[in-house]
């Protein structure tokens, strides 16, 4: 690995032993539930995972194209049943945010046509909210939020793909994007970002550690042709681009997800962009961010199974230590557009095991996930409440699978979920910091990325083999609560500036 010398929190990985091989079993649901439509659903397809009943465990809603979206509640060890949902089809993705701060999780839906905005209500309840926002008419596929500095509400970004009404399209007929700030009454007229290149996924992320989150945008090269690439938007007064010079490559791929996870330990997050034929690792350098070698084992180029050689197809992208090492590891949902004949159609979803040099590894067909189908949106989540990371998977004109991981020997387990009082009850924009086995990991709190779905949970850290480890938040304004000691297999809340609660 030439590219990049790596920091001391990656040399203490390397004493981190290997502990389990995944395995994933799937689970019966109690409806087939389809991502469906035409050729405005060839993108989206999207899964929000969240706890909306107050038990601890996450509900799914899954987008539907032109079919509806789906609520499935959770009953507990596996057992999902379908529950009472607003009826909205051409939905494209599903995110879930407290919007009003009032403890109970609401949710966003992208559509093609208006996009939707509901307020939870409690026990998994939803209606539409009334808080000035005008959803439009655009094809949206992409949405991340954060809340920015003195705000009571948070500021909505969307991402536009193909401007349908333009009669010289689709190639090079992209939309702009929109950010939506909050006003004194709700939410006001909308700011445009433009050039808009056919986003498919955005992503809020203090991805420098200035204390702010900027915004990324992953752009589709199909249809932009030239000239594109992806983007990276700072919110001053007025939102301006960034450039190289301010340690941001905008690279020009067919960007479909995005992924942001800190993997060596210096507290800046790498970035997993999925792509049609690569996927682009991004990784910081000290001055920037650069492509990582071909020998970390990230780029998934083409099928690891069957004998189509044809380039792969990436989707929705997400980090998550499935076997709790200590080492984050990387799925990615695959599949084909519709029928491109150049690229595969037998195209299996990865699940890339890393290793303590920081390499991955293919594991997906050992681990028994991986599926032939359309997929598209996608979630690694705690499920059951066993502190192993399950999974759930949005297909296009198949059925979604949710699979139970049950992988033997998985190493202990953490999870935390800071809180606080007033806006922003989630701390969406801190930092959850746990150090263990003589290495600091580092997550950030934020909504959106990964390709039209996001998650809304306790933030899941594996410990390898310590049974205690301690942290602490860095929070949205800047504070930084004190380091606590916690123990493995147990999920806490952090109340703002740093009261630890245990859950369960």
Known sequence: MTVRAFTAGLLALLAVPALAEPRFVPVELPVEH???????????????VFDCSGDGLPEIVAAGGEAPATLLLNGG????????????????????????????????????????????????????????????TRWSTAFSATWEAGQSWPTLAFGNYVDRDNPDGPFEACDVNHLYRPGPEGYGPVTTLEPGFCALSILFSDWARRGQQDLRISNDRHYYVSGGTEQMWRLDPAPRLLAEAEGFEPVSIWGMGIASRDLTGDGRPEVMLTSMGDQVLMEWDGSGYVRAPWERGATATKPHTGEDGRPSTGWHAEFGDVDNDGLADLFIAKGNVDQMPGMAMDDPNNLLMQDAEGVFHEAAAQAGVASGARSRGAALADLD??????????????????????????????????????????????????????????????????????????????????????????????????????????????AYPGVLFWVN
């Open 77 to 136: 060890a596996m057992a999902f049943r379908p529950g009472a949902f607003p009826e909205y089809t051409h939905v494209s993705g599903a995110f879930p945010v407290d919007i009003d701060s009032d403890g109970q999780s609401d949710l966003v839906l992208t559509r093609v046509g208006e996009n939707i905005l509901l307020r939870g209500t409690g026990n998994c309840g939803f209606e539409p909210a009334d808080w000035g926002f005008d959803g439009g």
């Open 34 to 48: 389809i991502y469906a439509g035409g050729w405005e659903h060839f993108v989206g397809g999207g899964v929000a």
């Open 385 to 494: 409440g066993d502190g192993r990371l399950d999974l759930v998977v949005v297909n296009r004109r198949a059925p979604m699978e949710v699979y139970r991981n049950v992988t033997e020997g998985t190493g202990h387990w953490l999870a935390v979920q800071p809180l606080q009082d007033g806006a922003n009850r989630d701390a969406v924009g801190a930092w959850v910091e746990v150090r263990a086995g003589g290495r600091t990991e580092a997550q950030e709190r934020t909504i959106g990325g990964g390709h039209a779905g996001a998650q809304l949970m306790p933030l899941h850290f594996g410990l390898g083999e310590a049974e205690e480890a301690e942290a602490r938040v860095i929070w949205p304004d800047g504070t930084v609560g004190p380091w606590v000691q916690v123990q493995a297999g147990q999920s806490y809340r952090v």
